[in-house]
Nanobody, 116 residues
Framework: QVQLVESGGGLVQPGGSLSVSCTASGGTLSDYTMSWHRQVPGKKREFVALITRVGASTNYADSVKGRFTISRDDAKNTMTLQMNSLKLEDTAVYYC?????????WGKGTLVTVSS
């Protein structure tokens, strides 16, 4: 059973930058395709970014393309989302997800608030 723990959320001003991380335990991160999702209260959880095993390829939601960068360090069992040029509408709880075949795990999320 893989446990995922997100960290690094917080308060940032519009136009600022923030990095959130996801650390895995109980399993080997390199076995999984990893992704970030976000959710605003009252709305559906939405896809943000994905990175395949060994970082072979990445994919981003149109709303974050060019501003966010997803990366992974399998040696440290960690995945990171670097967020630049943050906007008010990026405010959400950010969740990481690990998928390998039928196995799927979610973290509990970290809150990112973009506000002046």
């Amino acid at each position: 059973q893989v446990q995922l723990v997100e960290s690094g959320g917080g308060l940032v001003q519009p136009g600022g930058s923030l990095s959130v991380s996801c650390t895995a335990s109980g399993g080997t991160l390199s076995d999984y395709t990893m992704s970030w999702h976000r959710q605003v209260p009252g709305k559906k959880r939405e896809f943000v970014a994905l990175i395949t095993r060994v970082g072979a390829s990445t994919n981003y939601a149109d709303s974050v393309k060019g501003r966010f960068t997803i990366s992974r360090d399998d040696a440290k069992n960690t995945m990171t989302l670097q967020m630049n040029s943050l906007k008010l509408e990026d405010t959400a709880v950010y969740y990481c997800k690990a998928v390998a075949g039928w196995r799927s795990y979610w973290g509990k999320g970290t809150l990112v608030t973009v506000s002046s």
